[in-house]
């Protein structure tokens, strides 16, 4: 029968060495990139809003049509200070020119272009994207999207 035997020295080194892969591997675990990774959020990063052109369009039963023209979606919230890209995708009607009240925003879409309106606003408020060719009844509107700025 053979045993092993170790000296006491040996033993020591074995134990400093295990206790020294335990704590590097702890500091791999909990410390190393101890920066939260779930709702990280970047003061340089532009988040990006879609929002279309849309049509809805009927015939009555005595042959008249009813048209009306509205932005999708109709209303966006959006935090004080922050950078916004809103892309605004032509998807019905020929043009539409709009412009967004209390800024010197302006602009035109059109049908199968995308236009792309960079936001920031510093006032809380509510805005209203309206669109210069359907801003009432009488011309199939108002077709009128609100960004609340909070």
């Known amino acids: 029968m053979k045993f092993l035997v170790f000296k006491k020295e040996t033993f020591i080194f074995f134990l400093a060495v295990g206790i020294m892969l335990t704590a590097i591997s702890a500091w791999f675990l909990f410390k190393a990139g101890d920066t939260a990774v779930f709702n990280q959020q970047s003061e340089d990063k532009v988040r990006e809003i879609h929002m279309v ?21 109709g209303t966006i919230l959006v935090e004080k200070g922050e950078k916004v890209n809103l ?8 043009k539409h020119p709009f412009h967004i009240e209390g800024t010197n925003i302006k602009g035109v879409v059109g049908k199968g272009e995308e236009v792309l309106v960079p936001l920031q606003f510093n006032k ?5 994207l309206i669109c210069e060719t359907h801003s009432n009844r009488k011309h199939n509107g108002p077709m009128i999207a609100y960004i609340i700025v909070d």
């Open 124 to 128: 809380e408020g509510t805005y209203r």
């Open 53 to 73: 052109t849309g049509e809805f369009k009927t015939t009555m039963k005595n042959g008249n049509q009813l048209e009306a023209y509205r932005w999708d979606p």
């Open 87 to 94: 892309y605004i995708s032509g998807i019905n009607g020929e």
